[in-house]
């Protein structure tokens, strides 16, 4: 299916990366159950693995339907995509319960600061000082999805930059084999709606279209931005409005096994203006959902119905359990 995202999108990038990801692990399509919840990110799985399981939920509420999906069936691979909004505004209190209860998951966010698909209102990971198409400028701090999902639990935490593919498609690998839950954030720039020169998560709009176009939907083709970043060095990037962002990709000797320290780097390099990159922190020893809970081995839609409906006997003692 051709996409329908704006020319130079890079959540087009991203799908991009995940079907390279999943054919160097020779994941089989139908191992692969790909979820999504509301926006131009949640409409991205549309355009990849068109052959693997999909479900695209209501807005915010994909951590719910993923559970349920998990539970009922927990040997495939489950790769969620969101959106700033969708995670960080409405979805918010379901996505801080899927990262504490450990869902074993690959969750991204494709994060642009903007909600691209209702033509450009901030989003609540929009930095301070930003300015929207309309002229509003936001006067909150961001949330940082990455150290929220740090101080909740999250056993993978990484943020990517979708022009950077080569990082991309290598963090992809890793949290798909991760056991627990894996959440990236991934620096998208929307070409559209995310028109503010001094704004983290930019492809301005170009100026003269903006003041001039009688179609408001109107959207000039871009190539898309891209970059090769050595470990330990940072990039300027020019941007297509001539704005810079600058990304830091961490180095070779980070430790990734130091939950605060992850917090302080994430910090350091926001207070520099720069957008720190790479993978911030994996345990690999955790506990997932089902272990936490004891879970059946075989999935809950291959027990036949005597062992998912024990009859009488069986809940009788269980109530009594109780007395």
């Keep these: ?7 130079g999108c890079g959540h ?5 990366a995940i079907v390279h990801a999943c054919a160097e692990l020779s994941l089989p399509p139908h191992k692969i159950a790909k979820m999504s919840g509301i926006g131009c990110s949640s409409k991205a799985p549309n355009y990849f693995l068109g052959r693997s399981h999909g479900f695209n939920s209501v807005h915010g509420r994909m951590p719910s339907v993923t559970t349920g999906a998990n539970l009922a069936n927990k040997d495939l691979t489950y ?13 918010l209190g379901q996505f801080a319960h899927v990262i504490r209860r450990r869902l074993d998951m690959v969750y991204m966010v494709a994060n642009n600061g903007v909600y691209g698909l209702t033509k450009g209102q901030l989003a609540a990971t929009s930095d301070k000082g930003a ?8 006067p909150f701090n ?13 056993s993978f935490v990484a943020r990517c930059f979708s022009g950077d593919r080569k990082q991309l498609v290598s963090i992809l690998k890793a949290a798909i084999s991760h056991q627990g839950f894996a959440f990236i954030d991934i620096i998208s720039p929307c070409v559209t709606f995310n028109n503010q020169a001094n704004s983290k998560r930019s492809y301005d709009y170009v100026q003269q279209h903006v003041s001039t176009a009688a179609i408001s939907d109107f959207v000039p083709v871009k190539d ?9 060095n940072y990039h300027d990037i020019c941007l297509h409005d001539g704005s810079l962002i600058r990304l830091y990709k961490v180095a070779n000797d980070y430790r990734s096994d130091d939950k605060l320290h992850a917090v302080n780097m ?9 957008i720190l990159t790479g993978l911030f922190y994996v345990n690999p020893a ?24 024990p009859g009488q006997r069986v809940l009788n003692s269980i109530n009594g359990s109780f007395r």
């Design 1 to 7: 299916m051709v996409s329908t995202l704006c020319a």
């Design 12 to 16: 087009d990038s991203i799908s991009a």
């Design 79 to 91: 790769l969620a995509m969101s959106g700033d909004g969708d995670t960080a505004s409405i979805g």
């Design 131 to 138: 300015r929207n198409k309309a002229g509003e400028i936001s």
């Design 142 to 154: 961001e949330i940082d999805l990455c150290v929220m999902a740090l101080q909740l639990g999250a």
């Design 224 to 232: 898309e931005i891209s970059c090769d970043l050595p470990a330990g």
């Design 266 to 274: 994430i910090e350091e390099h926001k207070a520099k203006n720069q």
């Design 286 to 309: 955790i506990d997932t959902y089902h272990e936490v809970n004891q879970t059946s081995d075989t999935p809950l839609n291959e027990l036949r119905e005597d062992a998912l409906c």
